[in-house]
């Protein structure tokens, strides 16, 4: 299958500070890219939509401002977090869809909030 | 009313046995179904994707898909304790985003 690459793995920070999340599709083009989040013993849920070159899509209830989304080339998608608080602690995780429409999962990010 | 329903569980079932995972979706214009395995702290990594009614082997795993009943369905034989995970149903329309069912978790007893 696909590959989908996401880093850090890891992050702890301190409340106030923000943090980047990067994902990449490592062997196909994705023009479509997906952000969730998860918590413990929860579901996936569905964050944003990330369209190369246009602007993304974000899901109700989801802040535009404090998670922003950049997809700047078919291979590349980032989520920062802005000035990030305890309740943003979480398991966030990428997908990109390939040429024929399959989602493809990268390994996630865990963040930790101080 | 949920798009994509699976059982929670948790399923038990014996090393060596049958796992059966069952999902209904609601949206009949749904042309894609797709099952992922998510193991605990970890992402989904997908396992079979089907179009068509019938059934759809991947060495120990079949998925079946009914469309008239609105009906997806995962089979695992010989069933193993490193298939102890969360299955997650997911479904789409054309090229639109995939939704989720919210995972049944599998357990197999050694």
């Known amino acids: 299958g696909a590959v989908v690459s996401q880093h850090p793995s890891w992050v702890i920070c301190k409340s106030g500070t923000s943090v980047k999340i990067e994902c990449r599709s490592l062997?196909?083009?994705?023009?479509?890219m997906f952000w969730y989040r998860q918590f413990p013993k929860q579901s996936l849920m569905l964050m944003a939509t990330?369209?190369?070159?246009?602007?993304?899509?974000?899901e109700q209830g989801v802040e535009k401002d404090k998670f922003l989304i950049n997809h700047a080339s078919l291979t590349l998608s980032t989520l920062t977090v802005t000035s990030a608080h305890p309740e943003d602690s979480s398991f966030y995780i990428c997908?990109?869809?390939?040429?024929?429409?399959?989602?493809?999962f990268g390994a996630g990010t865990r963040l930790s909030v101080l | 009313q949920k798009e994509v329903e699976q059982n929670s569980g948790p399923l038990s079932v014996p090393e060596g046995a049958i796992a059966s995972l069952n999902c209904t979706y609601s949206?009949?214009?749904?042309?894609?179904f797709f099952w992922y395995r998510q193991y605990s702290g970890k992402s989904p990594e997908l396992i079979m994707s089907?179009?068509?009614?019938g059934d759809k082997e991947d060495g120990r795993f079949t998925a079946q898909l009914n469309k008239a009943s609105q009906y997806v369905s995962l089979l695992i034989r010989d069933s193993q304790p490193s298939d102890s995970a969360t299955y997650l149903c997911?479904?789409?329309?054309?090229?639109?985003?995939?939704?989720f069912g919210t995972g049944t978790r599998l357990t197999i007893i050694p």
């Open positions: 062997d196909f083009q994705a023009t479509t």
């Open positions: 997911a479904v789409k329309r054309g090229n639109e985003k995939l939704t």
């Open positions: 990330s369209n190369e070159g246009s602007k993304a899509t974000y």
């Open positions: 997908s990109a869809r390939d040429p024929e429409f399959i989602q493809y």
């Open positions: 949206d009949r214009g749904s042309q894609s």
């Open positions: 089907i179009y068509s009614n």
